[in-house]
C-alpha cells in the first residue's frame, strides 16, 4: 500500500509527496536559470582575412558572463572582448538573443542586453581573449573550439567583441556567448 503525505503540502525540497519513494531534490541549476534571467546568443560568421567583425554589447544591469567562446571550421580567429574605446560607423544588425531557459513554466523575461553587428571599434582594454587556428585550406582544416568557462563580472555599461580573421583564408564558425543577468 502506497501513501501520501499532503498535510504538509507540496515541498520545493523533495521529490515526491509519496512516501518510501521520494528523494531530497538534487538541483544541477541555479536559480537565475529558473527565473529565467540566464541568455545566450549566438553569431555565425565568415570573415575575409585580414578583416575584423564587431559585435557592440549595451548591458543596462550587472551581468556574469558564465561562456564566452568560439567554434572555428575554416581559417584563423582572434576574439577580444573589450572594454572603452571608440566605435564607428553604424551598427545596425540586431543580433537576436534567447532565453535559456525557455520551458513552458519559466517566466518570459526580457534580457536588458543588446547586441548589435556591422559597426568597427578600436583601441580600449581587452578583458578577454580566445586564439583560434583550424587549418587550410578546407580539405586540411579540421574543427576547433575555445572557450572561456570563468565567470566573468561586468557593471553596467558599453562593450565590444572584436572578430578577426588572422590567417591567409576566410575565418568560417561560430561565436557564443551565455550570461545571467543580476
Not at 48 to 62: F, L, Q, R, S, Y
Amino acid at each position: 500500500m502506497t501513501y501520501t503525505v499532503d498535510q504538509f503540502g507540496p515541498s520545493d525540497l523533495l521529490t515526491s509527496n509519496k512516501l518510501g519513494t521520494r528523494r531530497i531534490k538534487y538541483d544541477f541549476g541555479k536559480t537565475s536559470f529558473f527565473e529565467s534571467r540566464e541568455f545566450r546568443v549566438f553569431k555565425e560568421f565568415d570573415i575575409a582575412p585580414g578583416v575584423t567583425e564587431t559585435i557592440k554589447v549595451v548591458a543596462t544591469k550587472d551581468t556574469i558572463v558564465e561562456v564566452f567562446s568560439a567554434s572555428l571550421v575554416l581559417g584563423a580567429l582572434r576574439v577580444e572582448l573589450v572594454t572603452g574605446g571608440t566605435d564607428g560607423d553604424d551598427f545596425t544588425e540586431n543580433l537576436p538573443i534567447f532565453r535559456t531557459n525557455r520551458t513552458s513554466v519559466a517566466p518570459e523575461n526580457e534580457s536588458s542586453i543588446t547586441m548589435q553587428n556591422g559597426g568597427t571599434h578600436t583601441g580600449g582594454t581587452i578583458s578577454d581573449i580566445l586564439l583560434l587556428v583550424s587549418g587550410s585550406p578546407a580539405t586540411q582544416a579540421r574543427a576547433v573550439t575555445a572557450t572561456e568557462e570563468r565567470p566573468l563580472g561586468f557593471a553596467p555599461g558599453t562593450f565590444y567583441i572584436r572578430l578577426e580573421s588572422t590567417g591567409n583564408s576566410d575565418a568560417r564558425g561560430v561565436f557564443r556567448a551565455r550570461w545571467e543577468e543580476l
